[in-house]
């Protein structure tokens, strides 16, 4: 019963921030006059999110921590990143080798801590 109480704490929660997430999209590309910055910028603003929870719930230690860390770690840093070389290649193209270059670390990165947490058990 008192997971059920979490997970609605969390709907709510996600609701508000993706609501607020989108207000500043709308606003960021407004500014801009660049109507499809909305997209990375609600990806970036999902990937910091996913991250922010990783932060501060997820628990290594715990029975199923580990990987649940892990999960958000990993989306959440892939719609941080991709998000942010999108933004990135459109202000500074010709840079597509080194975005790829910067997402294969940031998924070995992931691999190797995932190996970590899981040989500490």
């Known amino acids: 019963m008192p997971e059920e109480r979490h997970r609605t704490n969390r709907a709510g929660l996600t609701a508000g921030y993706v609501i607020i997430a989108a207000a ?5 590309s407004y ?10 910028v609600m990806m970036v603003a999902g ?16 029975p199923s921590g ?16 991709l998000g942010a070389e999108w933004i990135v ?12 270059v910067v997402f294969m670390v940031f998924i070995g990165a992931i691999a190797i801590l995932g190996y970590v ?3 500490r058990r």
């Open 24 to 28: 500043v999209a709308i606003l960021i």
């Open 31 to 40: 500014y801009l006059d660049i109507w499809w910055y909305f997209f990375p």
């Open 47 to 62: 990937g910091v999110y996913l991250l922010m929870i990783a932060a501060l719930t997820a628990r290594p230690s715990g």
């Open 66 to 81: 580990g990987s649940y860390l892990l999960y958000l770690l990993l989306w959440g840093g892939v719609l941080a990143i």
């Open 89 to 100: 290649n459109d202000l500074f193209p010709g840079n597509f080798v080194f975005l790829v």
């Open 117 to 119: 947490l899981r040989s």
